[in-house]
């Protein structure tokens, strides 16, 4: 099967190069990121691709955005990576210029030998200025221009990376733009172990989080301060990023799924759900789980928990290789729609996980090893205030899956023993 096939070179790509687990005291060091360079340039054969920096600032500062973090493990705001295969510089990082005046009120900007030396493996390192000459002079030489960056819809803005591609073929005929968007997705859907790693410490993480959390909940406080523990218990713990905003929600608010404002006093009787993540080493993790506010969960919760924890339990049947996501989602379909409970679930099942915590991938490809999803089944009754979902995080294997979240509680009764011990921890 071709699809098949294009997973197996890829595992075969990267276990060759990324898959020292542990021979390194620096998990991701340059010569990842220039392996993973390496592996696009070679999918290329002509022309250039750039890649602009196109990440957000947080509250710790600017953050790189998927692919480029991916590819570079740079962090500094409006850097530009142009691979050339077969020019005289194939990697090239490009960064902005430097801004005393700016960088008295932002903080320093990396000196070119500084970049150099946390960033081996580039042909050339030097300023944004430099773009122009180096595009024109790889054009005369081979006229094509990948796209790697994810597909916009047509009223989406226009990406910096095509506005820049757009612009230089008004100026210089014959230039092909071409999508080449698919293969570094293929690549990033296949875990190495350093990175089945991280995100299996950031999974770690994301449990004892919730366990602080928990210790709190009773019937007064305020979502806010619930996401407040959150928070510094991840960072407490050396997770200096979420991997999302978070969604804490008592009461009706479980039943919204996307859920942001946390200025609710939790209530006796009703539910929580909390969806959240740690981050560590830029990998994602993606948990939900639903408590009762009072620690145990009552009969209609307990109805609604247990189809849910169902619906979950069958899609974990479905996972092996082979599979498709649609089919997972189908097995969790099947489960409530034989309860007449399918309209109450709105949203999908499964998406993939890794430096995104919804990770860019071609959703149309078959589960392959080395794949990272969620589970993620719910249930929304917002005129009951009921909303459940239930979220883990799994590795596809040779055979099957491996849960990389099991050891959090699912199971109902687990489920209200973790509140039990984590409100009273002496007992
Ligand atoms: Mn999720």
Redesign the pocket.
Same mark, same amino acid.
């Given at each position: 099967m071709k699809r098949s096939a294009i997973a197996i070179i890829i595992v075969l790509l990267l276990s060759s190069t990324l898959s020292s687990a542990d021979d390194s005291a620096e998990k991701f060091g340059p010569e990842i990121f220039q392996a993973r360079r390496q592996a696009l340039l070679d999918s290329l054969g002509t022309g250039l691709a750039l890649l602009y920096s196109s990440g957000e600032y947080g509250e710790s500062g600017y953050r790189a955005d998927g692919h480029f973090w991916y590819l570079t493990g740079n962090d500094d705001p409006g850097a530009i990576l142009m691979l050339a295969p077969g020019f005289r510089y194939e990697q090239v990082l490009l960064l902005q210029p430097r801004d005393p005046e700016g960088e008295r009120w932002t903080g320093i900007r990396p000196s070119l030998t500084d970049s150099l030396e946390k960033a081996r493996g580039y042909d050339l390192i030097c300023r944004t200025d430099r773009l122009d000459d180096l595009v024109v002079s790889c054009m005369k030489q081979s006229p094509v221009m990948h796209l790697i960056s994810p597909l916009r819809a047509p009223s989406d803005d226009i990406p910096a990376d095509l506005e820049y591609y757009n612009k230089a073929s008004d100026r210089i005929p014959d230039i092909d733009i071409i999508n080449s968007s698919r293969f570094i997705e293929q690549m990033r859907m296949i875990k190495s172990a350093d990175e089945v790693a991280a995100i299996e410490k950031a999974i770690e993480v994301t449990h004892a989080g919730i366990t602080d959390l928990l210790s709190a909940v009773t019937p007064g406080i305020t979502e806010f301060q619930l996401e407040g523990i959150l928070e510094q218990s991840f960072k407490r713990q050396g997770a200096q990023h979420m991997a999302f905003p978070p969604i804490v929600g008592s009461g009706e608010r479980s039943a919204i799924l996307h859920y942001e404002k946390k200025d609710q006093r939790l209530e006796s009787g009703q539910l929580l759900l909390v =969806?959240a993540?740690a981050e560590w080493d830029h990998y994602c993790a =993606?948990i939900?789980r639903t408590f009762p506010v009072d620690g145990k969960f009552s009969d209609r919760q307990t109805e609604i928990y247990d189809l849910v924890l169902e619906a979950q339990d069958s899609a974990f049947a479905a996972i092996r290789p082979g599979v498709t996501v649609r089919e997972i989602h189908e097995a969790t379909e099947n489960v409530f729609r034989k309860s007449g409970y399918i309209d109450y679930f709105v949203h999908g099942t499964s998406?993939h996980?890794g430096v995104d915590?919804?990770d860019d991938a071609d959703y149309n490809l078959i589960l392959a090893e080395g794949m990272i999803l969620?589970v993620?089944p719910g249930i929304y009754i917002d005129q009951e205030k009921i909303g459940i979902r239930i979220?883990d995080d799994f590795l596809v294997t040779e055979k099957g899956y491996r849960l990389l979240s099991a050891h959090i509680p699912r199971e109902r009764a687990a489920v209200e023993r973790w509140m039990s011990e984590a409100r009273n921890p002496s007992r």
């Open positions: =969806d993540g =993606d939900s998406h996980l915590a919804h969620t993620e979220e």
